[in-house]
């Protein structure tokens, strides 16, 4: 009978024991679970999963508002290079047109009084076509170079922009990168495009106005300009050509001074948002004013000059702003031959 109990009691406490363990491993199961679940939906909230699997961490705001301006002032700025080259090519086709026809002294055609005075020879006007198209091409060259400039800032902001999708830490780690690249391109840019396209249009432009300009020529020769608004009309296509591509390249230099600027100047102990901000315009005032200097050098000394052009306010608001521009150019100069120099001295102290 003893042994009877005895047995009882233990399967009585195996059992118990049994259930015990059940129930503890049921309930280790359970907050598995629940953990899993709480951190399953605590991550799904602020990821989200693209198509093919790649987490994106959102649009940076910031870096896609300066795409979206860099694509407006670059195609801005290219289109404007590109009416400058279709007009000019325009006069071209015209004026090689008529360039065969006898001596402009011996037609008789009815002309506005301010083309009159017109007297080229064939050697003359010979010598001034093939200056006008050599200009072009040298103007599609640099046209040309814009346009790889152009798609190669335009790739590299597309890869920049990816990485910000993938990486939320993408401006802390990579802020140095993003100067660097704003400040190689700004380079070449401004060496490459800016300057030359600018100069070269101020060239192209000179070449046309005036009393001996191209167009008065073709227009005494061909007889299609029979009055002052014919004239006018044929002038000022070039006139808002050129102008129009000043406002273009003057608007992206601004913009490329205040964008590196701003970047640059940034500091991670003070925010000075409002010192940086108004100090960056004012550099891109400056660099835009220094990027149109050259465009300003040819209009002073090669449109102003020319019989028939009474440059006004404009030629004496370019003049103001040309002194202004040729201070800091000379600094610049300066500073790239005199800097290498004092280091030369530092290193052989």
């Known amino acids: 009978m003893s042994k009877q109990v005895r047995f009882a009691g233990d399967y009585v406490e195996t059992v118990a024991t049994n259930v015990l363990q059940e129930k503890q491993q049921r309930k280790f199961r359970n907050d598995k679970s629940g953990k899993g679940k709480k951190k399953k939906r605590r991550d799904r909230k602020p990821e989200r999963i693209a198509a093919n699997g790649s987490r994106i961490a959102g649009v940076n705001k910031g870096l896609l508002a300066e795409f979206i301006i860099f694509l407006l002032v670059q195609g801005f700025d290219l289109f404007s290079n590109t009416w400058v080259l279709n007009e000019s090519v325009g006069v071209l086709s015209r004026v090689q047109e008529y360039e065969n026809y006898p001596n402009v002294s011996a037609i008789n055609n009815s002309v506005p009084s301010f083309c009159v005075s017109v007297q080229w020879s064939k050697e003359e006007i010979a010598k001034e076509v093939d200056l006008f198209s050599s200009v072009i091409y040298v103007y599609c060259f640099f046209l040309a170079i814009t346009a790889c400039i152009f798609t190669l800032h335009l790739l590299a902001w597309l890869y920049t922009l990816q990485l910000s999708f993938r990486s939320r830490r993408f401006n802390a780690n990579t802020q140095a990168t993003l100067i660097k690249m704003k ?14 396209l600018s100069a070269i249009s101020a060239e192209l432009f000179s070449l046309q106005q005036g009393q001996q300009g191209l167009v008065c020529w073709y227009c005494k020769v061909s007889g299609l300009c029979q009055d002052e608004e014919q004239l006018a009309s044929r002038l000022s296509r070039s006139t808002t050509a050129v102008w129009l591509n000043f406002a273009a390249i003057g608007l992206t230099s601004l913009w490329k001074g ?14 000075a948002f409002y010192l940086r901000a108004c100090t960056a315009v004012f550099a891109g005032g400056l ?13 002073k000394y090669r ?45 052989a102290q």
Do not use: H, K
């Open 183 to 196: 400040v190689y391109f700004l380079i070449a840019a401004s060496i490459l495009q800016d300057i030359p």
């Open 258 to 271: 205040i964008s590196s600027f701003y970047r640059w100047s940034r500091v991670d102990t003070c925010e």
């Open 287 to 299: 660099y835009s004013i220094v990027i149109l200097t050259p465009a300003m050098t040819v209009l």
């Open 303 to 347: 449109y102003f000059v020319r019989p028939g052009i009474s440059g006004g306010f404009l030629e004496d608001a370019i003049n103001r702003v040309y002194i202004i521009g040729v201070i800091f150019w000379v600094l610049v100069l300066a500073v790239i031959f005199c800097c290498p120099l004092l280091n030369l001295i530092r290193v």
